[in-house]
């Protein structure tokens, strides 16, 4: 897979994830997982740009 980060704010940004697979779903849990790792509070937002899930944007917020 490739990512591309944008980094909006202290606390926002946009991570899109594009792959062949379509494996979304795991990098999701990636996220989730190193969350609760470094016990940080994320909401995460996803959004297809395509819809056989090969490309994904996900909306990420650090919340307090």
Do not use: C, R, W
Request: hydrophobic fraction near 40%.
């Amino acid at each position: 897979p490739k990512f591309e980060s944008n980094i909006i704010d202290d606390k926002n940004m946009t991570l899109v994830y594009n792959s062949n697979k379509g494996l979304f779903d795991f990098a999701e849990g990636l996220m989730i997982g190193a969350s609760k790792h470094f016990n940080v509070n994320l909401k995460i937002e996803k959004e297809l740009l395509n819809q056989d899930g090969t490309q994904v944007k996900f909306n990420i917020t650090i919340l307090e």
